[in-house]
């Protein structure tokens, strides 16, 4: 189980790369229509250094996105955005069976989007972190990390999203599949080592900052081992 307090930064955490990863998307992917075009807009300009959210802008993402799927419903990247936004929703819910309707829409989501984008890094990885949110631990949780690395091996928002649910399942992960967890690992130091120091401070595992390649850390101070 994941210490309290590990799972609270550990579902910030994601929260927080929902919304950079929109921003991401966003900006590298063409839109369909109208709607998709005027809220990717949107979503891109959240990643941007300082800006501030208003009570207003989720939903009214959320509005856009649904009139896009009216026009194309099987649109892959909006599909995606739609789960993303949903989770997003998890953040504000003070109420818990909203926070996990809205984790299950996204879910649900992510999981038609893959039906038309199967090789999707961004989408295995929210799916990752979908079903984590809603504790199911389990094998289909594991094979879309597998997938989100095998996927994206150099799209880092995809890495360290991956690398955030993998961390927080590391205690119900066989050695296998914390080896695929390390490998994700080591591939997002090569992209961002502090953001990756960052991820593994949020869990109080500094062991988990060592690059296997060279058994050091950024700083360039040899690791401790990888506990279980």
Known sequence: MIQKRSRRVWLASMLIACIAWLGFVAARQAASDLYAHTISV??????????????????????????????????????????????????????????????????????????????SPFAWANLAMAKAYLGEIDAELFDALTRSAEFGPWEAPAQFTALLVGLGVWNQASPAQREMILAIRDRAVMRNADKVNEIAKGFNRPDLMCDRKTGKSPGGRSCPRVSS
């Open 42 to 119: 949107e979503i891109e300009s959240w990643s941007r250094p300082g800006h501030k959210f208003r009570g207003d802008e989720l939903p009214r993402a959320i509005a856009s996105i649904e009139k896009s799927l009216a026009i194309t419903p099987s649109s892959a990247w909006a599909l995606e955005q739609m789960g993303a936004l949903q989770f997003g929703r998890v953040r504000s819910a003070t109420d818990p069976q909203i926070a996990v309707a809205a984790a299950r829409a996204a879910y649900v989501n992510f999981k038609k989007a893959l039906g038309q984008h199967p090789t």
